[in-house]
């Protein structure tokens, strides 16, 4: 989890979707939230952390416009799988 | 998000179909570019809403809202002459679906009471049936839809064949061993479209355009 530290020194900034690929067990919230033009999405870095809380909650008003992100490591590494 | 008006998805090294480019606005809030798994096995798309990094503290003032109004349309089911079994019969389906993990034995898994909020406020198995609208499957316009929420559960987005069956759909595994799924919304059946489905699968010559584009 050492970079979580730098991704909320990012918080209020204009970021992409795309630049968190990478990131895991991570929970972000991009608020403001419009498609480009490539496909990707572009919007204000609201939230980081690894729990949701109060603050994750307060970004989820009617007329919102989120990109939430959550790359479950496990699960992309195909270590576990959710009966569907 | 491609210009093509059709879905070409490569299975990944987990056997699975994902989508990470649909947006649609549900409970008031437009989501964006969301991750999804393609399920032809799953007969209603569903979607664990905390999976959209709602907590569990937050949606569930969503979930009382749904469960008071389902016990109370069942209840007017009833006043109105309906045995309770045809009451839930008639919200079945209209305003909720059950679903039962593999855990839970089939049959033998426990009954809600539908007429009890806390005991449906209880039940991961439920979920209500809301309007998605805006939806929009990388590039591709959905017509708005009724889709289900389950407020408990924090798997895979799921798009199921309530979807799918109103698409054109080809999966196979092509010449370099890689397994592709090939969609278009039948509605929406373009050039583009059976231009890739004879480049990947060498079929559209084979396909009557007229019957695919009906």
């Known amino acids: 989890m050492s970079n979580i530290n730098s991704l909320r020194c990012m918080l209020g900034q204009k970021v992409k979707k795309s630049q968190f690929k990478d990131v895991f067990d991570i929970r972000i919230i991009i608020t403001d939230a419009q498609k480009t033009a490539d496909g990707d999405t572009e919007g204000i870095l609201s939230f980081v952390g690894t729990e949701l809380n109060s603050e994750s909650e307060k970004l989820f008003k009617p007329g919102a416009s989120i990109c939430p992100i959550y790359n479950e490591k496990e699960y992309v590494d195909g270590d576990i799988m959710y009966d569907e | 998000m491609t210009n093509n008006k059709f879905i070409k998805i490569m299975l990944n090294s987990n056997n699975e179909f994902r989508l990470d480019n649909v947006t649609m606005s549900i409970l008031g809030m437009s989501f964006q570019n969301v991750n999804v798994k393609i399920d032809t096995g799953c007969p209603y798309s569903t979607i664990p809403i905390q999976r959209l990094n709602m907590s569990a503290s937050q949606v569930g003032p969503y979930k009382r809202n749904d469960a008071n109004k389902l016990v109370s349309d069942i209840r007017h089911h009833m006043d ?25 034995g089939g049959r033998k898994h426990r009954q809600i009471n539908l007429l009890n909020t806390q005991d449906i406020m209880d039940a991961s198995e439920i979920s209500f049936k809301h ?11 959905i017509p708005d839809r009724e889709i289900y929420i389950n407020y408990d559960r924090t798997g895979n987005i799921l798009i199921g064949m309530d979807i799918l069956k109103d698409w054109n759909i080809h999966i196979g595994t092509i010449d370099i061993g890689e397994t592709i799924f090939l969609a278009c919304p039948r509605d929406q059946i373009n050039d583009g ?4 489905l004879e480049n990947t699968f060498h079929i559209a010559s084979n396909i009557n355009a007229l019957i695919v584009r009906q």
């Open chain 2, 80 to 104: 109105n002459g309906y045995t309770i079994k045809q009451a839930i019969q008639k919200e079945l389906k209209s305003s909720f679906k059950l679903s039962y993990g593999i855990e839970s």
């Open chain 2, 193 to 196: 479209y059976l231009r890739e």
């Open chain 2, 131 to 141: 309007k998605a609208i805006n939806i929009d499957f990388d590039g591709i316009d």
